[in-house]
């Protein structure tokens, strides 16, 4: 009950050309309490045209049609502003810099943890608008 308290203010977006990856996401975040929607691809969630006005991005970086930071860059275009977090199974300097340019939240290494992760979007949820 406490989790679904924390974090009934937003929805996390969680966009990643895995599905056993977003399976888990999903799984992982909705035991947390959070409302979760989740995208098999850049694409998808660019044609969604109902995204919520509360809500944290999770984004994988490697994706097939747009990387995750061109993905935000994309929305960003589109005056979306939400917060957003990178996943990536691996985190370099010039990828943090690239993602600190962007206006990523934060660039978290895979495997995640599920506190860091729950954490860092609820900071985010906080700090949004």
Do not use: H, W
Request: net charge negative; aromatic share 4%.
């Amino acid at each position: 009950m406490l989790a679904g308290m924390l974090a009934d203010s937003g929805t996390v977006l969680v966009v990643d050309d895995d599905a056993a990856v977003r399976a888990a996401l999903k799984f992982a975040l909705e035991v947390e309490g959070f409302e979760v929607r989740v995208y098999d691809g850049p694409q998808a969630l660019l044609d969604d045209g109902r995204l919520p006005d509360r809500a944290c991005l999770v984004i994988d970086y490697r994706m097939p049609e747009l990387d995750g930071i061109e993905l935000v860059d994309a929305l960003r275009r589109r005056n979306v502003t939400l917060p957003a977090i990178l996943i990536s199974g691996r985190v370099s300097k010039q990828l943090q810099t690239l993602a600190r340019r962007s206006g990523l939240t934060r660039v978290l290494e895979k495997p995640l943890s599920d506190t860091t992760l729950v954490e860092n979007i609820r900071g985010a949820l906080a700090t949004a608008g």
